[in-house]
């Protein structure tokens, strides 16, 4: 069955860097587009990025642009987002998800990973 | 960017009852509309998707209807397991966006 398993979490403090990944496995990764979503505590879902199933077309939201980069390596199955200049508001659970149609552009996220936290704090 | 408005935050109702979740999109989206369920700790799960659409694996009592700005979703018998927080989100332009959700909560 589709698994979508994220890591890289923690503790960071203000200004620092941090780097997600997603480890994908049960379908074709290199036929899916793939989500970063993010969900502060106790708020709603936001989306952050997107990218297509070569990696060549990346998607932001407003709030992350230019701090975070979203990449993907379709030889180990596997999903990256590095965030820089990190400020308290990035403080969230970050999901790794998967577009819910093969070989689609902007699409739903058809399967989630049980997501990573990340904390900002000093 | 589409900003998605869904109403009400929460709705207090009773096993067995009927519930009616709204979700309005600021312009026009087709039915390019989906709507997802997140159960407390939990990722959230894909319910309903181009507005009308069951995905695999969920109950006939879940059901979405609507076109261009105004969306519902309908459970008509609420089951103990359905209390949760509901989402919607729309694929009709970068970027995707996310409704603020409305929370189904045990009267």
């Known amino acids: 069955q589709v698994q979508l398993v994220e890591s890289g979490g923690g503790v960071v403090q203000p200004g620092r860097s941090l780097t997600l990944s997603c480890a994908a496995s049960?379908?074709?990764?290199?036929?899916?587009?793939l989500d970063w979503v993010r969900q502060a505590p106790g708020k709603g879902l936001e989306w952050v990025a997107a990218i297509s199933i070569d990696g060549i077309n990346k998607y932001y939201a407003d709030s992350v642009k230019g701090r975070f980069s979203i990449y993907r390596d379709n030889s180990k199955n596997t999903l990256h987002l590095h965030m820089n200049t990190l400020r308290a508001e990035d403080t969230a659970i970050y999901y790794c998800a998967r577009d819910f149609h093969s070989i689609s552009g902007v699409d739903y996220l058809g399967a989630w990973g049980q997501g990573t936290l990340v904390t900002v704090s000093s | 960017e589409i900003v998605l408005t869904q109403s009400p935050a929460t709705l207090s109702s009773s096993p067995g009852e009927r519930a009616t979740l709204s979700c309005r999109a600021s312009?026009?989206?087709?039915?390019?509309l989906a709507w997802y369920q997140q159960k407390p700790g939990q990722a959230p799960r894909l319910l309903i998707y181009d507005a009308s659409n069951r995905a695999t694996g969920i109950p006939a009592r879940f059901s979405g209807s609507g076109s261009g700005n105004d969306f519902t979703l309908t459970i008509s018998s609420l089951e103990p397991e359905d209390f949760a927080v509901y989402y919607c989100?729309?694929?009709?332009?970068?970027?995707?966006?996310f409704g603020g959700g409305t929370k189904v909560e045990i009267k």
């Open positions: 312009q026009s989206i087709s039915s390019f």
């Open positions: 049960g379908f074709t990764f290199s036929d899916y587009a």
């Open positions: 989100q729309q694929r009709s332009y970068w970027p995707l966006s």
